[in-house]
């Protein structure tokens, strides 16, 4: 890992940034992120993200957390990882490098580091691993 921004699926998921995590996040921005990491670029209407990540909760939650997620990016000069319209969140693929991406794009150093475990700590995240049943974005 060199520097600049980096996301890390297999295993846990990690944000690094210049080759250190990104201490910044709050619990919330950062599942926030890896549920539009795993989309993999397609924008995500705010009443999936609550429905499947924040269940039970409020938009001014979802606000919160997208508010949380902008500033961490802004913080670091990276706001343009990030995809905001009205109503969606999006991050744009071609602006982080990241394994998932790699692996869904076919770069063989990337299908040979997944082993099997992707955003370990996302329950969410084990129901929706396209990676397990070899579909591809």
Do not use: H
Request: glycine letters at 10%; one cysteine or more.
């Amino acid at each position: 890992m060199t520097g600049g921004l980096y996301i890390q699926c297999f295993g846990d998921f990690e944000v690094f940034y210049d080759g250190k995590p990104v201490a910044s996040f709050t619990k919330r921005s950062k599942e926030l992120l890896a549920y539009l990491v795993n989309k993999a670029g397609i924008l995500c209407p705010v009443p999936e993200i609550r429905n499947t990540i924040f269940k039970y909760s409020s938009d001014s939650y979802i606000r919160v957390a997208k508010k949380d997620l902008v500033k961490v990016f802004s913080d670091i000069g990276q706001e343009d990882v990030l995809i905001k319209g009205w109503g969606v969140l999006g991050i744009d693929r071609k602006k982080v490098p990241c394994d998932y991406f790699d692996f869904l794009d076919g770069k063989p150093s990337a299908v040979n580091q997944y082993k099997g475990v992707y955003m370990a700590q996302y329950d969410w995240a084990q129901r929706n691993n396209l990676l397990k049943t070899g579909k591809k974005g």
